[in-house]
């Protein structure tokens, strides 16, 4: 069956360009120059310049990309390391032995499926007594519920595919449970995890309600703090400097998820027909 | 034998358990208290019991149950509008991507992107001065909508949600156009079926409960939309956007009404436990 392709290229340029259209307008405005920003709204740059990451970079007390990025960055290891720490011995006797399959498993898979603002007020309030508030850690301790379920699905998504008879040939040598999950299982589930990290990473830096509520000025994350620039009292938004910081906000999910975007896609998909 | 594995399961289930019960279990305790005593911040610490007046003063709200009809509405809107682009754009670029993989790469950035950071950068394409989109307009047609005003604003907040996920309907339906045998579209084209009536009489059914999952999966996500509409327009002008999500956000700390914030979350969490399981119960009947 011969299919001609070049109408094809067509439609796939005009739905790229539509689709990434504030992209390709964030990017092309982040290089523009204070003066030209407002005199050439086009997507064509007159004079390219790195005036606006210069400002962004060049640290002030108020508005700090580097605190912000840092706190993304603990936020999101936590929020992506943590479920797999805990969900990963969970997700071995949920697949061999069939364990919680028919309460626990979805229970925590339909977790997905709430409105995180639910979760969103009695965390604060919780936060607000335990001191946990406006900390790196809160923030990462929830990003972890978040991430949970996805973890959960794709670690036992992994474990199902795992063969058996390298199981069975760990306990002939007599090796116990602990022993078995942490030399033989957990080794060939290495595929797995570096999607599930890598998603759940992604999934993390980009979240934005909780570091909303939870979190004021010690331990703003990114996505919040790119929302600060464009709040600035009086004489209007810098448009240069904003687009800048989000280009910067946004280029370490962009960058992880292109690179691995064949294994991004495998497990949006797979949590999705799972679910 | 069994026993011993019991206790084991148990285990190796204790991670998660405790971490679901510590991060999630205290809340739902509070939220109950709360969802049921009259409180503020200065009340904090001592509820005072007031029965079902916070839910009493949920359902009084207008706000509410226009911050519900707007999430009904967007939610379904947005999913219909994602399945439709992204189902067409699946099926017409497949053959292109069979060859050049790589095109899912550049239709999936959106995805990418934050959704908070997504509504930013409307912010900007859309402003009347620095934005590129007004820009164009002028210069080819000679206007520009006003795209945050009331009387555009939904369109505008439906455009951009659309934009940023029909690349995931796009994904579900690829994946599922894919899995499709390439016998079944060859013993139809032998039999001289046309690529039109191929796709709805054989395709089509065949990625059905992708369908179904698909709808499901963008109208829960358009449903409890936040981050995207907040940074945009935040609730709106005269709170014309402001989603469920939006309206228990601001409840509670623009307002402070704990308990009125609570009982909206607990009635939004008993609506999605609802709507959820009977879902669940379809789709299961439906693959059977």
């Known amino acids: 069956m011969k299919r001609r392709i070049g109408p094809r290229w067509i439609v796939f340029i005009i739905a790229a360009f539509v689709m990434n259209f504030p992209v390709i307008a964030t990017f092309a405005t982040a290089f523009k120059g204070p003066r030209e920003v407002n005199l050439n709204p086009s997507l064509w740059i007159e004079a390219p310049t790195l005036e606006n990451f210069a400002t962004v970079l060049t640290i002030s007390d108020r508005l700090n990309v580097y605190d912000y990025l840092w706190n993304s960055l603990v936020a999101a290891l936590i929020g992506a390391i943590l479920p797999m720490i805990v969900a990963f011995p969970l997700a071995w006797p949920m697949v061999r032995r069939g364990y919680g399959r028919s309460i626990l498993f979805p229970a925590i898979v339909n977790l997905r499926a709430l409105p995180l603002i639910i979760f969103a007020i009695p965390i604060y309030l919780m936060y607000a007594t335990v001191g946990l508030l406006d900390t790196r850690l809160g923030l990462g301790l929830i990003l972890a519920i978040v991430n949970l379920p996805l973890t959960l699905m794709l670690l036992v998504n992994a474990i199902a595919d795992l063969p058996l008879e390298l199981e069975e040939a760990a306990r002939m040598d007599g090796a116990r449970t602990g022993r078995l999950l942490l030399r033989v299982v957990l080794p060939l589930c290495r595929p797995a995890l570096i999607t599930t990290f890598v998603f759940g990473f992604i999934t993390a830096w980009n979240e934005f309600l909780f570091g909303l509520m939870l979190t004021t000025s010690d331990a703003v994350p990114m996505t919040v703090g790119a929302s600060f620039f464009f709040a600035t009292s009086g004489g209007g938004v810098q448009w240069g400097v904003a687009a800048a910081v989000m280009v910067i906000a946004a280029l370490p999910p962009l960058l992880l998820g292109l690179i691995m975007y064949r294994r991004i896609t495998g497990s949006m998909v797979a949590g999705a027909v799972k679910g | ?288």
Request: hydrophobic share 50%.
């Open chain 2, 1 to 288: 034998m069994v026993k011993k594995y019991k206790l084991e399961n148990a285990v190796l289930a204790s991670p998660t358990s405790l971490f679901l019960l510590a991060i999630l279990g205290f809340p739902v305790i509070l939220s109950l208290t709360y969802g049921f005593s009259e409180t503020s911040f200065e009340t904090l610490r001592s509820p005072e019991f007031s029965g079902l007046q916070n839910f009493r003063d949920v359902t009084a709200d207008k706000t509410f149950w226009q911050a519900a009809w707007f999430s009904l509405r967007f939610g379904t809107i947005t999913a219909v509008l994602e399945c439709a682009l992204g189902l067409a754009l699946a099926v017409y670029l497949a053959p292109l991507i069979q060859k050049h993989s790589w095109v899912v790469a550049i239709l999936i950035i959106p995805m990418i992107v934050a959704p908070a950071m997504m509504g930013l950068m409307y912010r900007l394409i859309l402003n009347e001065f620095a934005g590129p989109i007004p820009y164009y307009l002028y210069s080819w047609i000679g206007s520009s909508p006003a795209f945050l005003s009331p009387k555009n604003v939904f369109t505008t907040v439906i455009l951009a949600e659309t934009l940023q996920w029909t690349p995931f309907a796009f994904l579900l339906f690829l994946t599922a156009y894919q899995s499709i045998p390439q016998e079944i579209r060859e013993a139809a084209t032998v039999d001289g079926t046309r690529p039109w009536r191929l796709f709805w009489k054989i395709e089509f059914p065949l990625m059905l409960p992708t369908l179904f999952v698909a709808v499901f999966i963008r109208f829960i996500d358009g449903f409890r939309v936040f981050d995207n509409i907040y940074t945009l327009v935040g609730s709106g002008p005269g709170g014309s956007t402001t989603s469920m999500s939006i309206y228990i956000f601001e409840t509670f700390l623009r307002r402070g009404e704990i308990g009125k914030s609570m009982a909206a979350a607990i009635l939004l969490f008993v609506s999605a436990f609802v709507v959820l399981s009977v879902a669940q119960w379809l789709l299961r009947r439906a693959s059977r």
